[in-house]
């Protein structure tokens, strides 16, 4: 089955590689502050309501004041629930996200 | 690109949804210094422009102040001082030393503590309020009179 592309291998890895940082296709450590939810896998939130984050992010200082642009798709998970409760503080509202748009 | 409920988050970026044409309608931040244009954003923020509608900025409020911040030991020690709190303190010790080992722990390590809370300090004056009324009953252990005290203790800034 073809898949259109007619790159080749390398060309693909190089033209990745040229991509700037939160270029379209490009993935992104951030933190989604003030989640109050759980937002599965797939999801898609604005970038105004992301930022560069590290993975300490428990304190206040994990994470900078830079919010990329456009249209990201978390590609793990934001909070979680243990049985009746939600959990969605700053060390649990970070993940790896892929920009879409 | 069809987009709605457009609004500025700050001076110069808008929030918006875009029907993108794989994704359907999508969130999406515009922002002018993004350097990705898979999204013709000087196209977009122009229709923008032209229909005028997109909802301005609005600050969001100032945070409240926090009046009643934690203490330190120094600063906690000059509002007992300075209220006449530190005599019902040690007033209370004493009476508790021979009657109520525990609450008498209780009341002497609370003393020693190396920051002080508000909320934690107000439960304890009310665990105690009664007894420390016996004891000293010109002095006014009432909530509000701890509040206008911590304030007065903050502001003071020892």
Redesign the interface.
Known sequence: MGSGLSAAPVDVAKAVAGL?V???GTYAFLLKENAGYILAHGG?????GLKYANANTGGNFGYSNV?????WRVMGQIGYVSGTHTYNSKSQATSVWL??? | MDYRNAKY?DET?I?CE?D?PK?GW??????P????M??NNVALLAAMNAAGDVAEYVAPPEPEPNLYPDMTARRFEWLLAFTGLGDVWDALETQLKDSDREAYADVKSQRRAVIYRFDETIRLVAVFRNIAKQLAPDVDLSDEAIQAAWVQAVKAGK
């Open positions: 700037a939160g270029d379209v898609t939130f604005a970038g105004s919010s990329p642009a456009g249209t920009r879409i748009s | 988050i970026r929030d875009i993108h994704f999508i969130p999406y931040t515009l922002d210094s993004d350097t990705d898979t999204v």
